[in-house]
């Protein structure tokens, strides 16, 4: 049996009440062992998804500097020559003439050789979606066998039952909760770059407003939007995705008396640059760039997928963009990101 489940069932019920509760119980520990079992194979094909893109991309930057020192070459040897038809009918510089046509179709063989690594790449990563897309189905079945099972216990036996044992069942449905906002985030980051909807012009000032109606946001938090948030050519969900991690990431790690969060955008020559500001707790510096790797969490015990971030990153890099954290421990974070305005 799961050992989470074990040690509280020994904890917090009776043996008596073991007995009633045998077959609901294994359906509990069946659907754990199931769940545990798929989030490791997701986790291991995503990172051996990931260990490939990087092989791939650093065979990318070899050919490209590959075919920099051949460019230099080339060019080296045209500055050089002189293709007259006096010259040409030398042998010296017609020997020339050849070493330009033999670095012309290295050139060709380069670039055909790039196009079937990023064929092989695209086929990888439509793969790793597909699969990110079946297992996370797979997964969401016990979650929901699960939450129905123990709610109909806690229904049923709410009036008899001792406090330790009700604290034990919630604390499945908190993990359950937890493995689904997992299971949530491994889809929208696999599918972030396979959406079909058109694009369209959108209003910052009236997304993030949509924005704020779907988040929870605690009393002693005041949010300040700048007026006049640019519009900008894109996909809504996207967009979406990116102001509501950020700012539910600022509400949770806000320990202030009254937190308050800034969002606002200054505009630059090529892009927009956006920024979301907290007066929370901070981040040390060493977490910069680790925070926005997949399935990163800072902390634990908090109800994070430990995606959030990646998402966003994904997005902004999707536009073209660049995303980057300033802060300072115990007195605020900001991050910044741009998004290029054709």
């Known amino acids: 049996m799961n050992s989470l489940l074990k040690r509280q069932i020994a904890k917090l019920i009776q043996p008596e009440q073991l007995k009633d509760l045998k077959q609901f119980l294994k359906a509990v520990n069946n659907s754990y062992e199931n769940y545990e079992d798929q989030l490791s194979m997701l986790q291991r094909a995503m990172k051996i998804s990931s260990d490939e893109l990087f092989e791939a991309n650093k065979k990318l930057r070899k050919e490209a500097n590959d075919l920099k020192e051949i460019n230099k070459n080339l060019s080296s040897i045209l500055s050089s020559m002189n293709l007259d038809s006096d010259k040409l009918s030398d042998e010296k510089e017609f020997s020339k003439a050849e070493f330009v046509k033999k670095q012309a179709l290295e050139i060709v063989a380069i670039n055909n050789q790039r196009e079937e690594l990023l064929k092989d790449l695209a086929l990888q990563n439509e793969a790793l979606n597909e699969y990110a ?43 359950v909760e937890k493995m689904d906002l997992l299971i949530k985030g491994i889809l929208d980051y696999s599918t972030i770059d396979k959406l079909e909807s058109e694009d369209r012009q959108i209003n910052f000032n009236l997304m ?19 007026e006049n948030l640019p519009s900008l050519q894109g996909n809504a969900w996207r967009f979406k995705q990116v102001f509501q991690n950020l700012i539910q990431n600022s509400i949770k790690y806000n320990d202030k008396e009254i937190g308050i969060i800034e969002v606002g955008a200054v505009e630059r020559d090529n892009h927009f640059e956006f920024f979301v500001k907290d007066n929370g707790i901070g981040v040390n510096s060493n977490y910069f760039e680790r925070i926005f790797k997949v ?48």
């Open 208 to 226: 993030i407003d949509e924005v704020l109606r779907t988040i929870l946001v605690p009393n002693n938090i005041e949010i300040k939007i700048q």
């Open 133 to 175: 897309h079946v297992v996370s189905h797979d997964l969401k079945a016990p979650l929901r066998n699960i939450d129905t099972l123990v709610n109909w216990v806690i229904e049923d036996n709410k009036d008899g039952m001792r406090s330790g044992c009700l604290n034990s069942l919630n604390l499945v449905l908190s993990n």
């Open 295 to 342: 399935f990163t969490k800072l902390e634990s015990n908090n109800l994070s997928s430990g995606i959030g971030l990646s998402i966003v990153k994904k997005i902004i890099q999707y536009y073209n963009g660049e995303i980057w954290l300033e802060s300072q421990e115990k007195k605020g974070s900001t991050f910044y990101f741009t998004i290029p305005k054709n």
